[in-house]
């Protein structure tokens, strides 16, 4: 440990050049090992850095080897959540307690290799604002997981047009502001390059090591497709129309309005076997009860809305995502 | 550590209260089994009955009035009011008389003590009506069915839970009975323990149809926020676009019997369902939309999560933390082996080593690498004197990828310090039967160690880890001597040099006769003159070879030597994983064509000359010397300091032609831990004269089917 960075990481308290956020939750063996891993990875860098390890409720005694490294480590800053409240959260933490004004964000597990963080680093400093890892070589060979989330990772990137093989990996670098104006929530952490395109961010991609799991098992199933089905919806929504909800609205509405009309025509019209039309002479009840309902429902949509509008209006979300934005970018 | 504190809450609203022997039952339950207890007594409402002799009971008993103005408020207020009041982390929550008996509370603090953050309590050998019974038999069973909760008797009015859950889980009105239900829904813990049922307040037989109505409704509610608040859009989502599509399928038939048939609709009903049906989808996609706009929108201040407020470590808590690490260590390592996928060590092994020395020291402690730590581990290999190449991760990497080997890299750590290493791979051949071999496609290996006590911690780990895989032996191959006496395979020899000070001074090294071959090959392209020179070729030698050229040559020769040959996506993987620090010297002729080519590795001060190939009809240019001669020269430039010539077998022609280079052949110090039934050093090298047939054979094959079928085979000859 070089003494002269420390001392001086502690005397001026300037934010540090590069932070490091680690989501950790029952790692007590992985720990130390991934301290030293990091302190090595970015000493090696020659910047200063901080490592913010959110410990997310852990109950086997993580906390006590966390609180001895921040002990003797002043690069460690620590965030302990009462419970367990999920990688999101975690992550959201971690960047909401970073202060650098590069943020790397990686999987407590070793999975990732801190080896990497200064390739993600320097091609950030390329001109992108998000650099996401692609775990070009995945160490898990079973194909009950490979492939769900194949479908997963390229309906993800067709559909918000983030160009990304590898959503999944954890393993990711980005400029402050990214992070400052996404907030994440729920399983939102997935698509933060995605989130980040929509806001603008330019994307890259870089291929990283991915080392087997050695304990513990992960979730991946059939279930999580319907999931990712409908947080895909989601996202395609909030990347394009958040600041306009009323244009997604009325798409969802407008094919109502288009067939309500049809269906008043079809109640009202009598055709008959002869080839001859006839307005008005044997009203069909059902279809033009049918055609009510679609346009009582597509108004009913169309009016949401107006109500998701006034909720983006009234939340002020985007004006101040826009402050942050042209304040970090100016900086 | 003092006992810990536990803070009994009970509410008094009604007439029929008797605190006193809840406060001396519980009190004395508590008090008995060792714990610290107070009371905190909510009155709510003017209970001016009660006033005296609650505060009889606080002149007796740690205990608090909060006296609620107003009263009525119910009992989610009180518990809120009360918990607000209370020191300990956990709280008991105690109804005015005694429902359970009070011995049985211990069961509730002993559950939160092993972890739990909320207790519910299921009564049992009940002792109320019948029919309340029942009827609290249908309220759970409707509960568990609707909200797939574990819950037995949520009615029950004693619930134990931590402070924080209270902080985080918000009841009101009489959503209190559902606390465990929320507080699970929330991510808590929560268990259920059995109680014994003594006494119950409170109506017998039918209450009014409000009460049942209500109950139903707080179901509902609390499905709802539990459920769909977090990502709206998921179940909106879901349901509302299955009932369009639904909707849609079910109105098309008749519909399209409408236009095309001209029949009426309005005797198939399942069109207007259909209809209905689809706008319902359509309506409930919009409400999962607006709602995951309005979370979306309003997440920055959602903050959903609670952290905890004792931030970096204290002095006092860094001095407490650091000494039971170093104790815990080896339970660490113990609990840690099973994960390890089979391959768990026993830890008596370590713990030997441990036990001998007679200071309390860290003892020892030997586990497999983890992911992450490569960079820590080439650092120690490149500081290790004796580390080479072969011993660094990127090789590791690559024969993993390569060859699907699973390596087994082991480290013996004191404390934190690591004081050794130990690259295995676990490989498996039916040739060669199943063994740990440190390393791979490696000429060196073997174990790394600070000295002798890490070295023998590291064998006898690999030796217990060997046997529980099963293996035969294990491989050591080692360049210099280590210390102890284990078996040895005197078939190999290595041949190094140092390096001279100047590039000029290379071929001074190279005997006479080889410095000829030398001459002939590097000076600019002449025919010969009788009896004065020989034919010159002017080959040229440069560090820009290509993988393909390499392998091409590298391929012919070994299929000529009877030998299946690596494939290439070896060595273009050694390429990609190493860069610069592989390098393929190529020697060409002047009109072009190349001739040999040769893979070098860069190490600390070596560069190891390893994997080589030449056109079979090129022997008599000189250019085998020469290339190599070549080698060193440019290692000399580059300001290496030793050359590595790499093994052969002792008596072999690649081992004559190394010596006539004026090479020393050094023994090398393959080690072996025979662990099998009857195993023995490993006789499968080509040298053996049982493998002279196929060798043969090997040498007839077409080309392509050599590199496919070499490529397969070298999997196996590690």
Same mark, same amino acid.
């Given at each position: 440990?070089?003494?002269?960075?420390?001392?001086?990481?502690?005397?001026?308290?300037?934010?540090?050049?590069?932070?490091?956020?680690?989501?950790?939750?029952?790692?007590?063996?992985?720990?130390?090992?991934?301290?030293?891993?990091?302190?090595?990875?970015?000493?090696?860098?020659?910047?200063?850095?901080?490592?913010?390890?959110?410990?997310?409720?852990?109950?086997?005694?993580?906390?006590?080897?966390?609180?001895?490294?921040?002990?003797?480590?002043?690069?460690?800053?620590?965030?302990?959540?009462?419970?367990?409240?999920?990688?999101?959260?975690?992550?959201?933490?971690?960047?909401?307690?970073?202060?650098?004004?590069?943020?790397?964000?990686?999987?407590?597990?070793?999975?990732?290799?801190?080896?990497?963080?200064?390739?993600?680093?320097?091609?950030?400093?390329?001109?992108?604002?998000?650099?996401?890892?692609?775990?070009?070589?995945?160490?898990?060979?079973?194909?009950?997981?490979?492939?769900?989330?194949?479908?997963?990772?390229?309906?993800?990137?067709?559909?918000?047009?983030?160009?990304?093989?590898?959503?999944?990996?954890?393993?990711?670098?980005?400029?402050?502001?990214?992070?400052?104006?996404?907030?994440?929530?729920?399983?939102?952490?997935?698509?933060?390059?995605?989130?980040?395109?929509?806001?603008?961010?330019?994307?890259?991609?870089?291929?990283?090591?991915?080392?087997?799991?050695?304990?513990?098992?992960?979730?991946?199933?059939?279930?999580?497709?319907?999931?990712?089905?409908?947080?895909?919806?989601?996202?395609?929504?909030?990347?394009?129309?958040?600041?306009?909800?009323?244009?997604?609205?009325?798409?969802?509405?407008?094919?109502?309005?288009?067939?309500?009309?049809?269906?008043?025509?079809?109640?009202?019209?009598?055709?008959?076997?002869?080839?001859?039309?006839?307005?008005?002479?044997?009203?069909?009840?059902?279809?033009?009860?049918?055609?009510?309902?679609?346009?009582?429902?597509?108004?009913?949509?169309?009016?949401?809305?107006?109500?998701?509008?006034?909720?983006?209006?009234?939340?002020?979300?985007?004006?101040?995502?826009?402050?942050?934005?042209?304040?970090?970018?100016?900086? | 550590?003092?006992?810990?504190?536990?803070?009994?809450?009970?509410?008094?609203?009604?007439?029929?209260?008797?605190?006193?022997?809840?406060?001396?039952?519980?009190?004395?339950?508590?008090?008995?089994?060792?714990?610290?207890?107070?009371?905190?007594?909510?009155?709510?409402?003017?209970?001016?009955?009660?006033?005296?002799?609650?505060?009889?009971?606080?002149?007796?008993?740690?205990?608090?009035?909060?006296?609620?103005?107003?009263?009525?408020?119910?009992?989610?207020?009180?518990?809120?009011?009360?918990?607000?009041?209370?020191?300990?982390?956990?709280?008991?929550?105690?109804?005015?008389?005694?429902?359970?008996?009070?011995?049985?509370?211990?069961?509730?603090?002993?559950?939160?003590?092993?972890?739990?953050?909320?207790?519910?309590?299921?009564?049992?050998?009940?002792?109320?009506?019948?029919?309340?019974?029942?009827?609290?038999?249908?309220?759970?069973?409707?509960?568990?069915?609707?909200?797939?909760?574990?819950?037995?008797?949520?009615?029950?009015?004693?619930?134990?839970?931590?402070?924080?859950?209270?902080?985080?889980?918000?009841?009101?009105?009489?959503?209190?009975?559902?606390?465990?239900?929320?507080?699970?829904?929330?991510?808590?813990?929560?268990?259920?323990?059995?109680?014994?049922?003594?006494?119950?307040?409170?109506?017998?037989?039918?209450?009014?149809?409000?009460?049942?109505?209500?109950? +139903? *409704?707080?179901?509902?509610? @609390?499905?709802?926020?539990?459920? =769909? &608040? #977090?990502? $709206?859009?998921?179940?909106?989502?879901? !349901?509302?676009?299955?009932?369009?599509?639904?909707?849609?399928?079910?109105?098309?038939?008749?519909?399209?019997?409408?236009?095309?048939?001209?029949?009426?609709?309005?005797?198939?009903?399942?069109?207007?369902?259909?209809?209905?049906?689809?706008?319902?989808?359509?309506? +409930? *996609?919009?409400?999962?939309? @607006?709602?995951?706009?309005?979370? =979306? &929108? #309003?997440? $920055?201040?959602?903050?959903?999560?609670? !952290?905890?407020?004792?931030?970096?470590?204290?002095?006092?808590?860094?001095?407490?933390?650091?000494?039971?690490?170093?104790?815990?260590?080896?339970?660490?390592?113990?609990?840690?082996?099973?994960?390890?996928?089979?391959?768990?060590?026993?830890?008596?092994?370590?713990?030997?080593?441990?036990?001998?020395?007679?200071?309390?020291?860290?003892?020892?402690?030997?586990?497999?690498?983890?992911?992450?730590?490569?960079?820590?581990?080439?650092?120690?290999?490149?500081?290790?004197?004796?580390?080479?190449?072969?011993?660094?991760?990127?090789?590791?990497?690559?024969?993993?990828?390569?060859?699907?080997?699973?390596?087994?890299?082991?480290?013996?750590?004191?404390?934190?310090?690591?004081?050794?290493?130990?690259?295995?791979?676990?490989?498996?051949?039916?040739?060669?039967?199943?063994?740990?071999?440190?390393?791979?496609?490696?000429?060196?290996?073997?174990?790394?160690?600070?000295?002798?006590?890490?070295?023998?911690?590291?064998?006898?780990?690999?030796?217990?880890?060997?046997?529980?895989?099963?293996?035969?032996?294990?491989?050591?191959?080692?360049?210099?001597?280590?210390?102890?006496?284990?078996?040895?395979?005197?078939?190999?020899?290595?041949?190094?040099?140092?390096?001279?000070?100047?590039?000029?001074?290379?071929?001074?090294?190279?005997?006479?006769?080889?410095?000829?071959?030398?001459?002939?090959?590097?000076?600019?392209?002449?025919?010969?003159?009788?009896?004065?020179?020989?034919?010159?070729?002017?080959?040229?030698?440069?560090?820009?070879?290509?993988?393909?050229?390499?392998?091409?040559?590298?391929?012919?020769?070994?299929?000529?030597?009877?030998?299946?040959?690596?494939?290439?996506?070896?060595?273009?993987?050694?390429?990609?994983?190493?860069?610069?620090?592989?390098?393929?010297?190529?020697?060409?002729?002047?009109?072009?064509?190349?001739?040999?080519?040769?893979?070098?590795?860069?190490?600390?001060?070596?560069?190891?000359?390893?994997?080589?190939?030449?056109?079979?009809?090129?022997?008599?240019?000189?250019?085998?010397?020469?290339?190599?001669?070549?080698?060193?020269?440019?290692?000399?430039?580059?300001?290496?300091?030793?050359?590595?010539?790499?093994?052969?077998?002792?008596?072999?022609?690649?081992?004559?032609?190394?010596?006539?280079?004026?090479?020393?052949?050094?023994?090398?110090?393959?080690?072996?831990?025979?662990?099998?039934?009857?195993?023995?050093?490993?006789?499968?090298?080509?040298?053996?004269?049982?493998?002279?047939?196929?060798?043969?054979?090997?040498?007839?094959?077409?080309?392509?089917?050599?590199?496919?079928?070499?490529?397969?085979?070298?999997?196996?000859?590690?």
């Amino acid at each position: 440990m070089s003494d002269a960075s420390v001392s001086a990481n502690l005397e001026s308290d300037q934010p540090p050049g590069l932070s490091v956020v680690v989501p950790i939750f029952n790692e007590r063996d992985n720990v130390v090992p991934l301290h030293d891993a990091l302190t090595h990875a970015l000493q090696l860098l020659g910047r200063s850095y901080e490592i913010v390890l959110v410990d997310d409720g852990s109950r086997d005694g993580t906390r006590d080897v966390l609180r001895s490294l921040a002990a003797i480590d002043p690069h460690l800053r620590l965030v302990f959540f009462r419970r367990n409240y999920g990688q999101t959260a975690a992550m959201a933490a971690g960047f909401r307690t970073a202060r650098g004004r590069t943020i790397v964000s990686m999987d407590g597990d070793l999975q990732n290799d801190p080896a990497d963080i200064g390739r993600l680093v320097e091609k950030l400093e390329q001109g992108y604002d998000v650099v996401c890892g692609w775990r070009r070589h995945r160490q898990d060979r079973m194909a009950t997981r490979l492939l769900p989330s194949r479908i997963a990772n390229f309906l993800i990137s067709r559909v918000t047009g983030a160009r990304i093989h590898d959503t999944g990996c954890s393993l990711k670098a980005y400029r402050s502001w990214v992070v400052r104006s996404l907030h994440l929530y729920s399983d939102m952490h997935r698509f933060l390059a995605a989130l980040g395109a929509g806001i603008g961010a330019r994307i890259a991609e870089l291929p990283v090591r991915h080392h087997a799991r050695r304990a513990g098992k992960s979730k991946y199933g059939l279930g999580r497709v319907f999931r990712v089905l409908a947080d895909l919806v989601g996202i395609k929504m909030l990347i394009q129309f958040a600041a306009h909800p009323i244009r997604w609205f009325s798409l969802l509405s407008l094919p109502l309005f288009v067939v309500a009309p049809m269906l008043f025509v079809l109640g009202f019209v009598k055709g008959h076997s002869d080839g001859t039309w006839e307005w008005f002479g044997d009203t069909d009840m059902a279809a033009v009860a049918a055609g009510a309902v679609a346009l009582l429902v597509a108004m009913n949509v169309f009016l949401l809305g107006f109500l998701a509008e006034l909720q983006v209006k009234v939340s002020k979300f985007f004006r101040q995502r826009i402050s942050v934005t042209v304040r970090e970018a100016s900086r | 550590m003092t006992a810990p504190l536990v803070t009994v809450v009970l509410a008094i609203a009604g007439p029929d209260a008797q605190p006193r022997p809840v406060v001396e039952g519980f009190g004395k339950a508590l008090l008995t089994a060792g714990y610290r207890c107070e009371f905190v007594v909510v009155l709510d409402g003017p209970a001016a009955r009660f006033q005296q002799e609650v505060r009889d009971l606080a002149s007796e008993w740690p205990l608090r009035i909060v006296q609620l103005e107003g009263g009525g408020l119910g009992e989610s207020i009180a518990l809120s009011a009360g918990v607000a009041k209370a020191n300990g982390d956990l709280v008991v929550n105690v109804p005015p008389y005694l429902q359970i008996e009070p011995e049985d509370v211990l069961l509730v603090v002993k559950a939160l003590e092993a972890g739990a953050d909320c207790v519910a309590t299921w009564r049992h050998s009940r002792i109320d009506p019948l029919l309340n019974q029942m009827q609290s038999l249908v309220f759970n069973w409707f509960l568990r069915l609707v909200m797939n909760m574990p819950f037995h008797d949520l009615n029950s009015g004693t619930r134990g839970f931590r402070r924080q859950v209270l902080e985080e889980v918000a009841v009101y009105g009489e959503l209190y009975r559902f606390l465990p239900v929320l507080a699970r829904r929330q991510g808590f813990r929560v268990v259920e323990v059995r109680v014994r049922h003594r006494e119950e307040k409170g109506r017998a037989g039918f209450y009014g149809v409000g009460v049942y109505l209500r109950r +139903l *409704l707080d179901i509902l509610a @609390i499905t709802f926020l539990t459920r =769909f &608040t #977090q990502r $709206p859009l998921r179940f909106f989502g879901y !349901v509302g676009f299955s009932a369009a599509l639904v909707g849609t399928l079910m109105a098309a038939w008749p519909l399209y019997l409408k236009l095309f048939d001209n029949e009426s609709l309005a005797n198939r009903p399942v069109f207007v369902i259909g209809a209905i049906l689809a706008a319902f989808g359509v309506q +409930l *996609l919009g409400f999962g939309l @607006i709602g995951e706009i309005i979370i =979306f &929108t #309003q997440a $920055p201040n959602l903050r959903d999560y609670k !952290v905890e407020n004792d931030g970096p470590a204290t002095d006092e808590h860094s001095e407490a933390q650091v000494v039971p690490m170093a104790e815990v260590a080896p339970v660490v390592a113990h609990d840690a082996q099973p994960a390890f996928e089979g391959a768990a060590p026993a830890p008596e092994a370590v713990v030997k080593v441990a036990a001998e020395p007679a200071v309390p020291e860290q003892p020892l402690r030997v586990r497999e690498i983890l992911p992450g730590e490569d960079a820590r581990w080439d650092s120690y290999v490149s500081r290790h004197a004796h580390g080479t190449f072969f011993h660094r991760t990127g090789w590791s990497r690559v024969v993993a990828e390569q060859f699907h080997h699973y390596p087994h890299h082991l480290v013996v750590e004191q404390g934190r310090r690591w004081l050794g290493v130990l690259p295995l791979f676990l490989t498996k051949s039916p040739f060669l039967g199943k063994n740990l071999v440190s390393v791979p496609y490696a000429v060196y290996g073997g174990v790394l160690a600070d000295d002798e006590r890490a070295q023998q911690a590291l064998l006898q780990h690999a030796e217990v880890m060997g046997r529980e895989l099963g293996v035969g032996y294990v491989e050591l191959r080692h360049l210099e001597a280590r210390p102890g006496e284990r078996p040895r395979s005197p078939l190999y020899v290595t041949f190094r040099c140092e390096l001279p000070e100047r590039a000029e001074d290379v071929m001074a090294r190279i005997p006479k006769k080889a410095r000829a071959e030398v001459r002939c090959a590097r000076e600019p392209a002449a025919p010969a003159i009788e009896g004065k020179r020989r034919e010159s070729f002017g080959i040229t030698v440069t560090p820009d070879g290509s993988v393909d050229e390499l392998f091409a040559l590298f391929a012919e020769n070994k299929r000529r030597l009877g030998s299946p040959a690596l494939p290439r996506s070896w060595f273009q993987g050694l390429v990609d994983e190493f860069g610069k620090a592989a390098v393929i010297h190529r020697a060409v002729l002047p009109n072009g064509n190349t001739i040999a080519a040769v893979m070098s590795f860069c190490f600390k001060d070596t560069v190891y000359a390893y994997y080589s190939g030449s056109r079979s009809d090129v022997n008599d240019t000189g250019v085998n010397n020469w290339i190599y001669c070549a080698i060193m020269e440019w290692a000399v430039e580059q300001g290496y300091r030793h050359f590595d010539f790499g093994r052969s077998r002792a008596d072999s022609g690649p081992a004559k032609f190394k010596r006539n280079m004026g090479f020393e052949a050094e023994p090398l110090h393959y080690e072996y831990l025979l662990l099998g039934q009857g195993a023995k050093l490993p006789e499968f090298h080509p040298s053996n004269p049982k493998l002279a047939l196929p060798r043969r054979l090997w040498s007839k094959l077409p080309m392509f089917a050599c590199n496919h079928l070499g490529a397969r085979l070298s999997r196996y000859l590690p």
